[in-house]
């Protein structure tokens, strides 16, 4: 249950608990956050800028990164990234850190991301959200 009233587009918000968001073998790793107090709800349109390290799943192997300089910017929740990245980001406070398993469905899925990711890989980000506009 989250309890908001957001009028720009970041908001604090009270959270009992976050369950699961998808059916899937990875999703308790993603999306579970259990009793959490005065978290900041990132919402659509917020830009934000993240380092972060990509790594594949299967094998450990890094296939991205951006940990220096401005860091890799986006906007939430507007398909510029992938889709496990807008759900998982949300809620992060700037300075914070997080460690996200993002499965196939919701990363590159059935066609991967050639030749770096291969088709139907989960991948592993380690995230820190240095701003937000």
Known sequence: MITATPSDSISKVSVI???VIEDTPYSH????????T????LLPDTRISVYYTGRLKQNNKQFDSVTKGPGFK?????????????IALAG????GKR?????PPL???TKGSPPV??????LVFEVELLSLN
């Open 107 to 109: 990363a590159y899925g």
């Open 117 to 122: 990711i291969p088709p139907n890989s989960a």
């Open 17 to 19: 608990e976050i369950s």
């Open 29 to 36: 790793q993603m999306a579970t956050v259990t009793r959490a």
């Open 99 to 103: 460690k996200v398993v993002i499965p």
């Open 74 to 86: 986006f906007k939430l929740g507007r398909n510029e990234v992938i889709r496990g990245w807008d």
């Open 92 to 95: 992060m406070k700037v300075g």
């Open 38 to 41: 005065e978290l900041v709800l």
